[in-house]
């Protein structure tokens, strides 16, 4: 183990303010029921006789927080217990 430098206070290294509080990202204020509803929603809203595009109801849910994996595991989720399905490569459509 080396020691690379040490850092006292009072010294130009040393951090002289408090660090400011981190927000949790936006996703954390809705549930994972809100998020899947609003999926729903999304996917509802979008269907063009067809389906929607999983593409537009991924940059719908990166505007509540969501980020694109956490979407395609909702989607997949929604899928995969009779929720939608996909008419089409690149298309969801709601089941109901």
């Known amino acids: 183990m080396e020691l690379i430098g040490i850092c006292y206070e009072g010294t130009e290294s ?6 400011q ?8 204020s809705h549930s994972q029921q809100d998020r899947i509803r609003f999926l729903i929603s999304v996917i509802k809203n979008n269907q ?12 719908e849910a990166a505007k509540i927080g969501m980020n694109r994996e956490q979407a395609i595991s909702y ?3 929604l899928k995969n217990n009779g929720y ?3 008419p089409n ?8």
Request: glycine share 8%; charged share 30%; hydrophobic share 30%.
């Open 48 to 59: 063009n006789g067809r389906g929607a595009s999983i593409e537009k109801v991924i940059s």
């Open 89 to 96: 490569n690149g298309e969801i459509k709601f089941a109901f």
């Open 21 to 28: 509080p981190v927000e949790p990202p936006p996703d954390y």
């Open 84 to 86: 939608a399905y996909e």
């Open 14 to 19: 040393y951090p002289t303010e408090e660090p």
């Open 75 to 77: 989607i997949e989720h």
